[in-house]
């Protein structure tokens, strides 16, 4: 068995470093390979106990290897939710108070294996909790690893109580454990590489879908699903509405402040119009500075209040960046579609029109067609 789960881990642990090799932005794949080698080598010096009369190396370090197993998975799905380089403070403390714990108890063999089985059940319950906070990941995926993580905490706690009363017949019942303990560390570390294909697709899904700088949806996108959204509120019978959006004297904003407020201010009219819309609501950048969005279910005095909101928050605060205060409007046109059978496109020229009318009225500003 134990051969058997050396040999698995490092081929995982080469698998998931391969991984990391294609895609060198994900550090998790690296931190989940250190952990497969972890714990591969744990196993090696574990299995050493009966030959050799070490119990620093055999015990000391065999277990602290063994904790760093969930503390390197957990630092993994850290790196992996938030793309960036993590703090390892939380993981180099949790092995400091493991290394002083098991220096204090590894003359009595059982006592270090209670110490271990403890501090390896906490963490993986912890774990199993935090990956709620994982989002994007495909649901099958997490629920199977809150799954995992979940039982091993729990089958570590079980193994804890049952090292502490070694000298009973319940020795079988802890080398149950021991067993289970092996295969599901086996059965997460292989759940770590279908990660790594489901970021992937993500990543293009948002290539294909997203506006880079707003993260709102892109012109092709909107068209998409902006046309769903016409074609369902037809069926219900519920009226759907386009407003266009389009920044004001964007190009003398450029040129005074620079190319990256100019982007600032998009982002911040980006995130003006997310706070706005509803959940069902689509919105895009669909070109430089003109945004789009399809409302759901108002009719015309709601879609004006809306408007009228967003223009006039716009307006209301001005844009803080670079040390600089914005003085930021917006002008936008709308129309309404009922029960016509008419084209996204074409509603989009006429919000275009009544735009272009709310520009000439003077700006900052919305019209309806
Ligand atoms: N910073 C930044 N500027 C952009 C982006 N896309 C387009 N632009 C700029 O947006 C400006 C649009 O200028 P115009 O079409 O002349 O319109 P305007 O100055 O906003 O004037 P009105 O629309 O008539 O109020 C141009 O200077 C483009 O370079 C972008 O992604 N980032």
């Known amino acids: ?52 009369d070490q119990p620093l190396l055999t015990i000391v370090v065999a277990d602290l290897l063994i904790i760093s197993v969930p503390l390197l ?54 774990a199993a909790n935090y990956l709620r906070h994982i989002r994007p990941t495909p649901r ?29 017949p319940s020795k079988s019942l802890f080398t149950f454990l021991l067993m289970a303990h092996l295969i599901m560390t086996t059965m997460t570390t292989l759940l770590f590489p279908v990660l790594a294909f489901s970021h992937n697709e993500r990543r293009l899904l948002k290539i294909a879908h997203l ?9 092709r996108a909107f068209f998409e699903h902006g046309a769903l959204l016409l074609a369902q509120n037809k069926q219900l019978e519920k009226p759907s509405c386009i407003l266009m959006i389009d920044l004001d004297h964007f190009k003398s904003i450029n040129d005074q402040f620079g190319h990256a407020t100019g982007d600032a201010c998009l982002r911040h009219v980006a995130e003006v119009i997310r706070k706005t819309m509803r959940e069902r609501d689509v919105a895009a950048r669909i070109g430089g500075e003109e945004f789009a969005i399809a409302l759901s279910d108002v009719d015309r005095q709601q879609a004006e ?20 205060d914005i003085e930021l409007t917006v002008s936008l046109g709308g129309i309404l579609s009922t029960r016509s059978r008419r084209a996204l496109s074409d509603l989009l020229n006429d919000a275009d029109a009544a735009l272009y009318a709310a520009k000439a009225s003077g700006r900052n500003q919305f019209k309806f067609a």
């Not at 134990?2 to 060198?24: C, D, Q, W």
């Not at 110490?115 to 059940?121: E, F, I, N, Q, Y």
């Not at 223009?311 to 600089?324: L, P, Q, R």
């Open 1 to 52: 068995m134990i051969i058997t789960t050396v040999i698995l881990n490092v081929v995982l642990g080469i698998t998931l470093f391969v991984i990391y090799r294609a895609l060198p932005a994900q550090k998790s794949f690296k931190t989940w390979a250190i952990a497969c080698f972890s714990f591969a080598l744990a196993n090696i010096l574990v299995s050493l106990r009966g030959t050799i």
């Open 211 to 219: 506006d880079e700088l707003t993260e709102l949806f892109n012109r």
């Open 305 to 324: 209040m809306i408007s009228q909101r967003l223009v006039e928050h716009i307006a209301a605060h001005a844009f803080h960046f670079d040390g600089n």
């Open 73 to 126: 998975a957990l630092h993994g799905m850290r790196q992996y939710r938030q793309q960036i380089d993590v703090p390892r403070t939380g993981m180099i403390v949790t092995m400091a108070i493991s290394a002083i714990l098991l220096l204090s108890a590894h003359a009595t063999e059982y006592i270090a294996q209670t110490v271990t089985a403890v501090l390896c059940g906490v963490i993986y319950l912890f």
């Open 140 to 168: 099958i995926t997490r629920h199977l690893l809150m799954g995992l993580f979940g039982i091993h905490g729990l089958l570590m706690l079980l193994m804890a109580s049952s090292a502490l009363q070694q000298a009973d």
